[in-house]
């Protein structure tokens, strides 16, 4: 345990040294200034007639519904983004430029490094989500009083999803080197992305085949499915069955997709531990 | 337990390519061993069979008194990689203080072990910097106080001289003596032989992935050369020379032999005596590392 939270440490230390948090910091404030300034003139446009009528507040929240939508839509995207690219190159990098060596011959198992890196990288992966997600939450709320609903579930998915393939990230980098594993984990995002869309219209155009073609993707790689989830229970019943958006949910992921992503992210990590650890370094 | 090091037949192949064919050796408690052999004959890969690095392909080994890999073993281990990388984002400070925790050092004692350390390889002014700024020479000393922080009883050095200017050569040496003083054992990688001659207890040259020699610096088996200044030089003095040794031969006014053994020279001197000739110089000299080197590894394998 003295070893996982050392190199935890040791990780948090690396995500500040490299500027990696600096960086996400202040785009992701200007990320928020931006949603933040969009959202109130467009507000203000609704409640102020602007839109040439006065929309009812039922319409008003399917508006700001698919306002924070669009916001969400976009975080969880850069979160992806950060779950892949920020421990892309923490195995591979320390392996080919000799950093593991003063680190594997330390007394501390070689799955205590895997694991210390990887809860370094989600203590400030969930903290990213917490800031990008949240404050597009709070800024909806503070602006135009509009409430999120299942946010704390919204956000557990989102972060799943971003477990996932950070975890899958780092599984690479015990085997591939930095680019091949970022190769491989954007592959396999795409994949996931393509199947999630093939499921929804399958479902509106009532084509089972492509439907099924799309779970089939997502059980490849459930990180799309997990995006869906958390859409559709963030959003009231009215608004997620409007039209097809990249957050209308008409095929819902089951409670069956999700348990199968939590074991999915529990064997890449088994899988990286075991790989790492018999590893010629 | 006498040895802190113990293999038999430890063999390691990637692929088709053996590294290392047969490694079996012994390492003494509180011995300074270096491993000598050309660049690709399988040094680096029997240290990091050694480290728990990596796993054997055959062959059984102890480190400690526990098997090969050994977690627990590691907390009395220092090891000082060859090509020496660390997180460049650290201070030097900062980066013996992550290397102290993994060692399962804290609090008060690790803080002073730092200090101490830092001012003992020269680093104390640049202890705060990143190590992005500093020079090879300064990071192999922030690595070598990195491999003495848990006061190890063996330390594994991979070239340990290699790259580093007079003064870090006369660091890392004085480092060495200073652990065998302590008590503890240090198994260093090297090809460069004349820092070996003043550091090795015992020395082991290996080639193509074997230990084809084993032996004590201070006991060096075999002969020694023994040269004479002498006031006069005839044949027939050449001639009953022979009688001490081989090779009798004289080479810029000097006679040389080749002598079996150290208890020769006093007969010598005793013999030259009793012929009356005056004696200017009598000097005996061990075959250098490097003669030897050539010698066990043949003229095609030359060191570095």
Redesign the interface.
Same mark, same amino acid.
């Given at each position: 345990m !003295?070893?996982i939270l050392?190199?935890a =440490?040791?990780t948090l =230390?690396?995500v500040k040294?490299?500027k990696v948090a600096l960086a996400a910091l202040i785009l992701g404030v200007a990320f928020l200034v931006v949603f933040g300034v969009g959202l109130y003139f467009v507000y203000r446009d609704m409640i102020g007639g602007g839109l040439g009528f006065t929309p009812s507040r039922a319409q008003q929240n399917v508006g700001l519904s698919f306002l924070v939508m669009a916001g969400l839509y976009a975080v969880n995207f850069l979160m992806v983004m950060m779950a892949v690219l920020m421990p892309v190159d923490t195995l591979a990098g320390d392996i080919r430029?000799?950093?593991i060596? $003063?680190?594997? $011959?330390?007394?501390? !198992?070689r799955a205590s490094i895997v694991l210390g890196k990887w809860l370094g990288f989600w203590v400030v992966l969930a903290l990213y989500l917490v800031m990008m997600a949240g404050g597009v939450m709070l800024i909806a709320w503070a602006i135009a009083g509009f409430e999120v609903q299942n946010a704390p579930a919204g956000l557990a998915l989102m972060l799943l999803e971003g477990t996932l393939l950070m975890t899958l990230s780092i599984l690479g980098g015990t085997r591939l080197s930095t680019l091949a594993t970022g190769v491989m984990v954007f592959g396999l995002y795409g994949l996931a992305f393509i199947g999630g869309w093939l499921e929804q219209l399958g479902a509106v155009l009532g084509n089972v085949t492509t439907q099924n073609f799309g779970i089939i993707a997502s059980l490849i790689v459930p990180s799309e499915a997990l995006w869906q989830l958390a859409s559709y229970v963030m959003q009231p019943p009215l608004i997620r069955e409007v039209s097809i958006t990249p957050f209308s949910v008409v095929s819902v992921p089951s409670t069956g997709m999700l348990v199968w992503a939590l074991v999915y992210t529990l064997g890449a990590l088994l899988l990286a531990l075991r790989q790492f650890g018999?590893r010629?370094? | 337990m006498n040895s802190v090091i113990e293999t038999a037949g430890l063999r390691k192949a990637?692929g088709s390519k053996v590294a290392v064919d047969d490694l079996t050796l012994t390492v003494g408690r509180g011995e300074v061993f270096g491993f000598l052999g050309p660049n690709g004959a399988g040094k680096t890969t029997s240290m990091?069979m050694l480290?728990?690095?990596? $796993?054997p392909t055959a062959g059984v080994g102890q480190v400690l008194g526990a098997p090969l890999g050994d977690?627990? #073993?590691? #907390?009395k281990?220092g @090891?000082?990689?060859e =090509? @020496? !990388? @660390?997180?460049d984002?650290?201070s030097g400070r900062?980066f013996l203080r @992550?290397?102290g925790?993994?060692?399962?050092l804290a609090g008060g004692v690790l803080t002073r072990r730092i200090e101490e350390l830092l001012e003992r390889v020269d680093l104390l002014d640049a202890a705060d910097r990143?190590l992005r700024g500093y020079s090879k020479g300064m990071l192999q000393r922030i690595?070598l106080a990195? #491999?003495l922080l848990n006061q190890p009883d063996l330390v594994f050095l991979d070239e340990p001289t290699s790259g580093l200017d007079p003064l870090g050569r006369f660091l890392v040496r004085d480092i060495i003596v200073a652990l065998r003083e302590q008590g503890a054992s240090v198994f260093v990688n090297s090809h460069l032989l004349s820092e070996v001659e003043v550091t090795c207890d015992r020395v082991a040259f290996v080639k193509r992935g074997c230990v084809v020699r084993e032996m004590a610096l201070a006991e060096q088996a075999g002969d020694v050369t023994v040269e004479l200044k002498l006031g006069h030089v005839d044949a027939a003095l050449l001639a009953g020379l022979a009688q001490f040794g081989r090779d009798v031969r004289q080479v810029d006014g000097l006679v040389r032999l080749t002598a079996s053994d150290e208890a020769t020279l006093p007969d010598i001197a005793r013999w030259l005596v009793a012929q009356g000739v005056s004696i200017y110089r009598l000097a005996a000299d061990h075959k250098s590392l490097e003669e030897l080197f050539l010698e066990v590894m043949g003229e095609d394998e030359r060191p570095g």
């Open positions: !003295r070893g050392t190199v =440490h040791l =230390h690396e040294g490299r430029s000799g950093v060596q $003063t680190l594997v $011959t330390k007394p501390v !198992r018999k010629d370094l | 990637f990091k480290l728990g690095l990596v $796993t977690v627990k #073993a590691r #907390a281990m @090891f000082l990689p =090509h @020496f !990388r @660390f997180q984002w650290l900062e @992550f290397h925790r993994l060692y399962g990143p690595g990195q #491999a």
